[in-house]
């Protein structure tokens, strides 16, 4: 089976005949230079020609092979450090960093396309670079004059590496559990102590040096979430030294063999701090919350990815004969003729392509959150930005897993066999639900800390404005009734006047993130039917058919849960 | 983390409580002398014993080592073998066989109970002696007197194992395109050449002998099904010979790592005919659809398992204060205190309980139909087992892929690492929506083949059956509300005097199953509630609550595709 291959195209008719992005990036005096169609559109065809012919053969092997560690160190699967090599030499890391960094200074969302088509063709070789940006401009932000001398163009680069190191066994979804320790040296340095779980790429041979951000307490600091500093560790120092952070081992995981998930201990390891003591987690959500971009857009990738093989299958294997098809070639039809096939593919194409709408729009709001000259439209920018990520993180990554499985359906028992390739999707999928924020922390993070502490004035804003971007009837129809829910039963129902106890909005919450996920989708393909040419053939009707009436399961869901004594 | 321990009380409940086995079967004359509570009760303990201190332990290694190919034979995982031995020898495969065969005659309904546990346990290992039942009932009813003579008491033992030979690479879903040839030789026996695929225990080392039973087809045979016939295959000859048939290699599988999944060479293979000639898929379909029960009762104990490892850990792991919360121990809430692990939780509870009590009411009606003296009684139990199997199977391996990966979501990152065994339930369970007849073939079978030939008459007798038993008026309401839907939407849009297309049935078929699934559930839930003491914590709620609002939205998906032009 052949591997995944990117189709510029695709990607160009979202960035567009959709979004009109060079339109909006027009509008960014520090982008203006870029919003030019014709050079974007070659960035995206290079691209995608590297990730076609680099990244996305190394797949297979690199699910077969997997990291693999020995005595303290992780080799990766063959041909992944040649590739890296590649890819930042040739420049693809520093698309969106400053030029002053080294960067190009490129659009955000031009990267969003780079990291879709990258998890799309090889999940656990993209975990690498995956974190970089972030790191960036979390030491860009935070970091003092002297960090960033000596990591910015390193990290801009992409020559070196970066982690975040979070996690530790009894600290996951709640990090103010956490315990590593950060003594005071005599030079203003400090020694870090403690052991942190789950690192991807905590260890590998793909760069020359790898940059670990690293939460942890000061001896003084208080318990819980706010005494947590950031500090970074370099694997090398400057002088060439090895630093005391080793890899003790990696997990055997389900799938995302190429990435290695390290436990990392330090062992009085020397550290600078970043930024403020106490601030740690502030200055890392920065990290976190490109991060969960990138994860949504790996959803759409993937699932895209597990797209393209059922799709290519469906179109060569032949089993029985279709209803109501008169051709007699052979014995029997091509699956793809088959109803239940049909519906598969036109679900997950559906889920695709608004997808990719959604998160490219995000990456768009982004470019504008930075560096549009009207503060009202950087507001509006950042409530986007805000309100969306977590719905595209968790409703994407579930549907790439659930839709990677339907896709696996469709091979049949060949589905089962690793031949086919498909059921790696699966595996490798499956972990996007979780790192990140669990998809549930992210439906918490929707309703509890972002929707519900304004009275929701900034989620009615969001729905208004895309209300009033749909040309279709059902979407706005559909948006206006659940801004008046929002208005009339969620807020009055979980306000502390309410008579609510104080946890049913936690009980609302997946319900309203996925309501709002398929609000989304229905502008989006309100917004794809508008651009499109008419002849094309188009997973709107699939989407509407088979996708949009959950959206009354979920009202009725939410409903019961309200009336809940 | 520990296997899984099967609870004798949790199964005795729904035989004797719920669905008062132990009257239904005091009414069948071949029955009456088992139908005795404490009797039964002790068997299935029994089997709890066994299944839980012998087969359990060997799950984790089962997936771990997996079972090795090497020169042509299979080699089991570490203990395999020992525990198949014990287990024969103990007398379990031959429960439900009749005595004259060495059997002990016991009902249907404790088999489906041992298989349930059984798979739960080790769902590998368990597929070796998952086809036995099967082939015995094939060779007692089309085999001649020597085929009977050789064969049966070894397969009703368990001494021997067997295999069907179906699938070609070419053949899959369609048999009919199923290419193995037999040649007749002088002495009425037929030689068999052709190579089968995905052939779950084709080689292995478990038992003395494996009898293959092998769809092939007569020189002069038409194309298609109609021309296939069925044979049986011996690994060994009577005279110790090995036979022409061997394994030509072993899958690479998702999962499911303990059973060997053969790719197996016949060479002119020495066979001899099971029935009459044209006939074996007649003859193979006995074998299906018992078949098609277990992999139900698979789902709901793969569901079980991983329900019993994500309970056990949210009863463990704390993280963050759970809202509304009033304790103060340590830092954080057990995860299980957290509205969306509660909902996780409660929702495959509903399933499995629910889905017990489905199957041991379809293993109950095995019984009624092969033994009860009236005829009446017989015919609708022949027509519970025709239409609920499929429901079965299809609805409960869904929810055993689907919710294993919710119970895997409870373990946050730790269900991504192969630590904590859940990942594996999650790779097992996939292979069950497609074997034995992927889920959407079971939905024609539902809708096409059963429903729409006698214009819903059988299946509106089943909905009429339910609502009687039904006391909550939910279900009930439900019940009757789809039956009228089924007589005037349904079936009036898809005859052949309707004006719809031919291929409408198959657009409706998932959704038909599903709603159907979903009122099965309602009724089960229905019963369960009229069980209980009251007293005890039930997923009721969560069933009503989570689960039941998909009816309405499968109510709406069949209503747009009966819209449809």
């Given at each position: ?10 990607h160009t008719f979202v960035l567009f005949d959709v979004l009109r992005a060079h339109e909006q990036l027009a509008e960014l005096p520090a982008m203006a230079e870029h919003a030019d169609t014709a050079l974007l559109t070659q960035v995206i ?50 698309l969106a960093?400053a030029t002053?960094?080294?960067?190009q200074g490129l659009p955000c969302v031009l990267e969003a396309v ?243 709408v959604?998160?490219y729009r995000t990456a768009l709001e982004l470019d504008i959150q930075k560096h549009h000259p009207d503060a009202a439209r950087r507001d509006a920018a950042?409530?986007w ?84 971007d ?57 917004r794809?039917?508008a651009a ?34």
């Open positions: 089976m052949n591997a995944y291959q990117p189709h510029a195209a695709e065809e290079e691209a995608g020609k590297f990730v076609g012919e680099v990244v996305a053969p190394l797949n297979r092997e690199g699910d077969e092979v997997g990291a693999q560690w020995r005595n303290g160190a992780v080799t990766m699967p063959p041909g992944f450090r040649d590739a890296y090599q590649a890819f930042w030499q040739a420049g693809w890391p520093s960093s002053e960094d080294g960067g780079l990291h879709e088509m990258l998890n799309a063709a090889n999940h656990g070789w993209t975990m690498a670079p995956g974190l970089l940006h972030g790191a960036y401009e979390c030491i860009r932000h935070h970091g003092s004059d002297a960090l960033k001398a000596r990591y910015l163009d390193k990290l801009a680069s992409g020559e070196w590496l970066a982690t975040m190191c979070l996690t530790e066994p009894h600290a996951g979804s709640d990090l103010g559990l956490a315990s590593t320790r950060a003594l005071p040296l005599p030079d203003g340095h400090y020694a870090l102590s403690g052991t942190k779980i789950f690192i991807s790429g905590g260890d590998h041979d793909l760069s020359d040096n790898i940059v670990h951000l690293v939460l942890a307490r000061l001896p003084d600091a208080p318990p819980g979430p706010k005494g947590l500093s950031l500090f970074v560790v370099p694997k090398f120092e400057a002088d060439g030294s090895r630093s005391a952070v080793h890899c003790e081992r990696i997990e055997e995981k389900m799938g995302l063999h190429g990435s290695p998930t390290c436990v990392m201990r330090f062992d009085a390891a020397r550290a600078a701090i970043i930024g403020e003591p106490g601030k740690g987690l502030n200055a890392m959500f920065v990290m976190m919350n490109s991060a969960r971009l990138l994860v949504g857009l790996q959803g759409v990738g993937l699932l895209d990815a597990a797209w393209q093989k059922a799709s290519a299958y469906a179109q060569e294997r032949r089993q029985m004969r279709a209803p109501g098809t008169s051709s007699k070639v052979g014995e029997a039809d091509l699956i793809a003729l088959h109803p239940a096939m049909q519906r598969i593919l036109g679900t997950q194409r559906a889920w695709i392509d608004a997808g990719r959604i998160a950042a409530r930005c805000s309100l969306v990520t977590p719905v595209l993180k968790s409703a994407w990554t579930e549907q790439a897993f659930s839709g990677a499985s339907a896709c696996l359906q469709v091979f049949g028992g060949h589905g089962y066999v690793r031949e086919w390739g498909i059921e790696q999707h699966v595996r490798d999928a499956r972990v996007s639900m979780i790192y990140e924020g669990t998809n549930e922390i992210q439906a918490i993070d929707l309703l509890v800390r972002k929707t519900l502490p304004d009275g929701a004035a900034s989620l009615r804003a969001l729905l208004a404005e895309l209300a009033e749909s040309a279709d009837p059902r979407a706005r129809a559909a948006l206006e009734r659940f801004e008046h829910f929002v208005r009339h039963a969620v807020v009055a129902a979980t306000t502390p006047q309410g008579t609510a106890s104080v946890d049913r909005p936690y009980w609302l919450a997946d319900d309203f993130l996925r309501a709002l996920a398929l609000l989304l989708m229905a502008w989006a393909w309100s794809i039917a499109e040419s008419g002849g094309k053939p188009s997973a709107g009707a699939a989407f509407w058919r088979w996708v949009w009436p959950e959206f009354e399961m979920r009202m009725t869901l939410m409903d019961n849960t309200l009336a809940e004594a």
